[in-house]
């Protein structure tokens, strides 16, 4: 590689800054603009819900690297600078401020939005959304103390978590959810309704098939969400946790072929020409799963985005992690890995003791095992995954049996 090339990377998240790492850590002497919309350097989000949140975790553990690593590093670093227009053709990206930075390679790495809730009142103070560390500092403001009503709507990931949290911290939770069973949709109704009972019991009031109408205020600030039934529900505070939307406008309007996000090949080039993506937006094809792939999780932002940088450099990459991610709500702690898109109509094989929620689950089709979850079982996560990775048919016997180790099967 030159050291007169110029690497762009749009979006200072996860992926941008493990990408940027990469490029050092693998020799790269060139220039790198790591360009992000955010005040803030890269920092990660998984802590924003759980103990970051709780104000268990202190603010400096959720960076990627400490503000001066970029300088040190000769990374330029440029914040609070969002990219407005790339030029495929001339390779260019435009900035909001006007300037424009040519590049050899550009890597687009821009996360996710939340989906925004589209009712009467959604816009009024008071309701809240997490995506950045400034939502969640705001938010711990007005949960830290407690007693206060927190109405979730939508019962996802962050809704759970932030439910779990906020019950911790003392404040009265309501989850409303349009579905019948929360999470059902990434793990099943069984293991839905296990997550629905450890929140109720906890104190959560989670009400489920329900559909929120509008959000009601006063003086311009929310106070009562009123469901399509005519109920309403008194709140202090409204979270919208109905999931996220990838930041594709970008590679949009460049010309990038889009699927659910911008589509790469296994080495997470698009198909323009020396650009790249990574993180929540690629719909990368996974050549273990025989098929793109998109997913919104920490590890895929922190591998996939490392994946991306030695692609830049001309290596030769085939990105096939097996997706994994994780939560931790109130005493259960998760790890989930595999291709959830494969897993309809599985067979659930459990190991372990769902009572006590000390198991693993394996999602089996076809007698192969397509995805795995270990709850509050630990350093076994290596082992589910090899199962996966390695495709073989097993035998559910001995995968429920826990005298047969993981690794024999
Ligand atoms: C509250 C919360 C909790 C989570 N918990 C978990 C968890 O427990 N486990 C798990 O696996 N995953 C979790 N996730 C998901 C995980 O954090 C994401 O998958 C990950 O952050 C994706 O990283 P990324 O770098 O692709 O995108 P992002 O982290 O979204 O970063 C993209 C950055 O690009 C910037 N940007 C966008 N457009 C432009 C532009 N045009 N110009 C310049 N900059 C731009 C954005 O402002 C943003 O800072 C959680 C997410 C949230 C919000």
Known sequence: MSPTQNFVIVGAGLAGATAATTLRDEGFEGRIHLIGAEAHHPYIRPPLSKDFLAGAAERDSVFVEP??????????????????????????????????????????????????????????????????????????????????????????????????????????????????????????????????????????????????????????????????????????????????????????????????????????????????????IADAYHPIAGMRLRSEHWANALHGGAAAARSMLGHSVSYDDIPYFYTDQYDLGMEYSGFGPLTRGAEIVYRGDRARREFIAFWVVAGRVMAGMNVNVWDVNEAVQGIIRRGNLVDPHRLADPQVPLEEL
């Open 67 to 280: 503000a001066d690593w970029y300088g040190e590093h000769e990374i330029d670093l440029m914040l609070g600078t969002a990219v407005t227009d790339l030029d495929a053709s001339g390779q260019r990206v435009v900035l909001d401020s006007g300037a424009s930075i040519a590049y050899d390679a550009v890597l687009l790495a821009t996360g996710s939005a939340p989906r925004r809730l589209d009712v009467p009142g959604a816009d009024l103070a008071g309701v809240r959304y997490l995506r950045t560390l400034d939502d969640s500092e705001a938010l711990h403001a007005e949960l830290a103390g407690g007693g206060r009503r927190l109405v979730l709507v939508g019962s996802g990931w962050i809704g759970m978590e932030v439910a779990a949290t906020a019950r911790t911290l003392g404040n009265d939770v309501t989850v409303l959810e349009r579905d019948p069973i929360p999470l059902a949709n990434a793990l099943g109704d069984e293991l839905g309704t296990m997550f629905a009972e450890l929140h109720t019991s906890h104190g959560v009031e989670l009400r489920p098939s329900v559909v929120v109408e509008s959000i009601m205020g006063e003086d311009g600030r929310a106070d009562a969400v009123r469901l399509d039934d005519g109920d309403v529900i008194r709140a202090d505070l409204v979270l919208v946790g109905v999931g996220a939307i990838p930041n594709i406008d970008l590679a949009r309007s460049a010309g990038a072929a889009l699927g659910s996000g911008v589509l790469t090949d296994a080495a997470l080039r698009t198909d323009l020409p020396n650009v790249y993506a990574a993180g929540d």
